[in-house]
């Protein structure tokens, strides 16, 4: 009988995943989306790690089984610091290029942007794109490359509103059951 | 023992991974890098079925565990009749939009064009999208969004070569692998 | 002076530009939008010429010194008559590839979708791609790469609105204005 | 008489056009691109301007007529520097997004790559959409988005062809023509 705990402990013992949530936020609005996946991740039983991308380390990296993005949009496309940072992962003391440790991940991407079609599709790709050369699994909202949020329009202050940080706190679950599925099977 | 036999198959028998190839080919291109795709499938154990994506059905949809799509590059995107069944499985007698049953697979894609840049990456894109919009996860090739071959340039005749047949290879392969952790575990 | 003034006619009298305007409309939101363009055309002195994209002739592209198209999004990109559209003109009866009769012509986009991010940016820049392949120059609104409407958000019947109309007026003015520098000089 | 002279000497005189050259470059690929765009910019009487892009000043970019952006492909797009000097532009000492004094000037993109189709495509994208964000219009070679060069496969150590450099130099020629056509009529 021990055996057979062992033997099913194996086959279902849900490990916890865990879902580094990276960012660049000037102005708050990303930040807010950043959190709202995190509640996300949480509903799920997930664990949420939140960093500004500028400060993620190689470790919060490795331990991630998924990793969301989020980015403001910048003159039509994502942020300089976030571009940054996905191409400095590839090297020096991250090295992830060679060792392929991101691969098989899950990854995930996020964007707010003043106006509702002048760039968060092409900033949630951006994103999407590096991850995907990571060798990561995408996933996304239904309907969608990734949450967004429409901060300047009908209103100059609107901000990120309910309907979007609905969103976001789908695509943290999401991603975590996506990750935990990979990690533990259906 | 019965029991823990039980509990064991329970967790381990892999079933095998289904995978649909739906194709666009004038040439015979495109139908090349679907064949090799097939064969980097099978030898991970996995079943392929390859269709032109005009005769594919719900059925071949339904029951696949991954979908990877091929088209060749016309005018920088994707053909037109891939994008026509793209939009076509979403309602009518397919009604996939609503039914969510595209949901959870696992997606990828390959594209042919006769130049290096003018058009693979797009017309990789545009389908990734659509599988996506489908709520599928998104798998590549490492270091890219999809398989692809440069069939004009240098010689007018070049075709597809062996390198790029092995990535497609590799892609079925890696479709396949994904989306029998998805299903199995890992 | 009957010199100076046949030197002066050759250099001044601005040719009125012929704008080009087909579009892809099934529930009429897209087709509102180019209503919209034209009449911004119009307001500078363009005249402007409205065709849904499956009834455009050869000799509607030919005449034209700019063409504007637009689309609405179908599961995340292009609507497949306006890629079948794209396609058909390169060969066949148009024979634009070879000819490269639409080269120095100038292009513009617009689109329409039912949510603020899922789809309205790929479809433009689908729409652009296949124009700046046949040698056209891309002219966009300022701060983005063509005009859109987000017609299901936040109602589900929201339509299009007074400012994403005027977004295609001044798209259909700019179009006709760069045309114009193009053809008659600044 | 003297009046006819000054006025066909006002519609005729062809000033010469003045195209700024910014580029990223590691291993000199990019700038061997850069340099072939320059000579096609002299081939037509064009004035070229060759500068690092974090060296771009506001006076290169104010004087010029057209503004050509080259960058290595890292990570399936953009160089970081160029998004970040992209981005940069738009604000501080620049000021470019508010004064809008990029409007109307011609743009055009070139990018090298190790691999045929994992991210040419996508770095040209990124810069050409924030040239369009600041409302240029953007001009292309014919049947692409931009010039490109393959520089690691079929051999590692390919580097930039004779081909690729014909068509960096063709797309400079362009970029002057077009921008001359704004400047000095057809």
Redesign the interface.
Known sequence: MA??GF??G???AAEPVKVLIAYSSETGNTEKMARAAAEGVRQVEGEAVLRRVTEVTKQDLEQADAIMLGSPV???????EM??A??AW?GGDFGF?RS?AL??K?GAVF?TGG????????T???MA??L????M????P?????A?A?TG??EAEKGVDE?ELTEARELGKRAAF?AG??????
Chains 1, 2, 3, 4 share one sequence.
Request: aromatic share 6%.
């Open positions: 055996l057979l033997a099913l194996v086959c279902q910048h003159m039509g496309d994502v942020a300089a571009r940054a996905l191409v590839s290029w392929r691969q098989n899950v964007a106006a509702p079609s002048n760039g968060k599709e092409f949630m790709m951006s794109l590096a995907l050369q990571y060798g699994v995408l996933v996304t239904y309907g969608g490359l990734g967004s429409t329009i009908p309907r996506i599925r990979m990690k533990n099977g259906p």
